[in-house]
């Protein structure tokens, strides 16, 4: 294939963030129970945009916010799944139990990936980025097709911030409050300078899949092809 040939829609996200939805809790009111969700959303988004320099209007990502556990295969998350160029999934115990979530996962490895000619990519630069978002416990735990990606982990920062995202994840960080905020800052803006290298390494053909195709567990499909 030719530079030319690696069309992306405009309207696509460059990214989809795939987590758990947490659900209330029998008796509890009323509240948004995915803020520190939306929150990663928000800065990695802004900090994609900025790396990116994409025009007013573009969308740097895709966060699903209107499913609690998956009911419906809506046209727009459908879309940003099949058109997406870098797919985050936010692993957690929560996460590895979710049917939906593996249909995210499964929506996007089912596409072919290409590799951009002459790119020179680590396997941590692929488009798929798994991100500890809480304790992962071993990783002989993990189901296959997440064990064989390589999980990401922020490099070239102070030596304390790395493990600390390691052992807490990231919504280990937003919940110390201060004592978190700078290794969170960190560790999103090299999320978010991986997610480019990726973007930059490779190119995902478009494939909108409908959920009737979509296995319950997680798929190792889709690798890449030179």
């Not at 997610?195 to 494939?207: F, G, I, K, N």
């Amino acid at each position: 294939m030719t530079e030319d040939e690696f069309r992306v829609d405009p309207r696509a996200p460059v990214f989809f963030l795939s987590y758990a939805r947490a659900r209330h809790r029998p008796g509890e009111p009323p509240r948004d129970t995915n803020q520190k969700v939306f929150q990663l959303y928000v800065d990695l988004s802004d900090h994609v945009s900025e790396l990116l320099g994409l025009p007013a209007g573009s969308t740097a990502g895709f966060l699903d916010r209107v499913l609690d556990g998956g009911q419906v295969w809506a046209d727009d998350l459908a879309f940003a799944a099949g058109n997406c160029q870098v797919f985050i999934p936010l692993v957690s115990p929560q996460y590895l139990r979710s049917v939906w979530c593996a249909r995210e996962w499964n929506a996007f490895v089912r596409r072919r990936q290409v590799r951009r000619p002459d790119a020179r990519a680590t396997p941590g630069e692929q488009p798929v980025i798994p991100v500890n978002w809480s304790v992962l416990g071993r990783r002989r735990d993990l189901p296959a097709a997440i064990r064989r990606r390589q999980v990401f982990s922020p490099t070239g920062l102070p030596p304390d911030i790395a493990p600390q995202y390691q052992q807490e994840g990231i919504y280990g960080l937003l919940s110390l409050g201060r004592n978190g905020k700078d290794a969170y800052d960190a560790v999103v803006w090299r999320l978010a300078q991986r997610v480019v290298r990726a973007v930059d390494t490779h190119w995902v053909e478009p494939y909108v899949a409908d959920i009737e195709e979509l296995g319950d567990g997680f798929e190792e499909a889709g690798d890449e092809l030179d």
